[in-house]
């Protein structure tokens, strides 16, 4: 399932983050990307140690924490911290997959903690009008799905889906990005739980709390516990 989200950042709160990132010292982006993917690969972003990126990161944190949407969506179990990238000047990402498997910063004595990459996120923090080219092309089974939306919204896909970023040919195209471990790593059960959680509000907010309402809510709770993997 791909999902827009609006205005998980408000224009201030873009604009703040833009001032605070562009004023940082940016590297290639291939620092943080496997074999396959660096062939593709041509752009810039925060490294992922860079203090700027890591506050910037915990602001975008903070606005999904508090994103109802988003949760229902993604039933994150654990999220990467948030990076960076910015492309100008022909630059582009080819066609590629995320990695299945990131590893958590701050290994523990018992070794490195992994995270499952099941759901990849663009967070842009510049509007379509800034550039030319540029967009997020996800390839699924239902087709090719084109992306550039407004500063402050995000998109959500499922990892496993091929995807790749045009050229960016005028302008600049500044966006966040990260991956979600998510309590159901299936997507189309994922799916089905939005679904129905979304259909329940809606009922809610039509009929007040009802027999009904409460059986369906209970139904769902259910269905995620018998999915859910923490
Ligand atoms: O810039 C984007 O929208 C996506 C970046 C991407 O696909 C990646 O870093 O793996
Ligand atoms: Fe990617």
């Not at 810039?44 to 109802?68: H, T, V």
């Not at 990402?93 to 990695?99: E, K, P, R, S």
């Not at 992306?147 to 045009?166: F, M």
């Amino acid at each position: 399932m791909m999902l827009h989200i609006p205005n998980v950042l408000s224009r201030e709160q873009v604009t703040a983050m833009r001032a605070a990132i562009d004023a940082a010292d940016w590297v290639d982006g291939r620092a943080t990307v496997g074999s396959q993917g660096a062939q593709v690969k041509r752009n810039r972003q925060l490294p992922e140690d860079s203090s700027i990126a890591l506050q910037q990161g915990r602001i975008i944190e903070q606005a999904l924490a508090a994103n109802g949407l988003y949760f229902s969506a993604a039933l994150p179990a654990r999220t990467m911290p948030p990076l960076f990238n910015r492309y100008s000047d022909s630059e582009t990402y080819g066609l590629h997959v995320d990695g299945a498997a990131r590893r958590v910063a701050g290994a523990t004595m018992g070794g490195p903690q992994w995270l499952r990459t099941d759901l990849s996120c663009t967070l842009f923090l510049c509007d379509p009008e800034d550039y030319e080219g540029g967009e997020l092309v996800v390839v699924d089974t239902y087709g090719t799905h084109e992306v550039k939306l407004p500063a402050g919204d995000l998109i959500l896909y499922p990892s496993s889906s091929l995807h790749r970023v045009e050229a960016v040919t005028r302008g600049e195209r500044v966006c966040s990005f990260f991956w979600a471990q998510s309590l159901v790593r299936d997507d189309s059960r994922r799916a089905l739980l939005f679904e129905m959680d979304q259909a329940i509000t809606r009922l809610r907010a039509q009929l007040g709390e009802t027999p009904e309402t409460v059986s369906l809510t209970g139904n769902y709770h259910n269905l995620l516990r018998m999915w859910a993997e923490t």
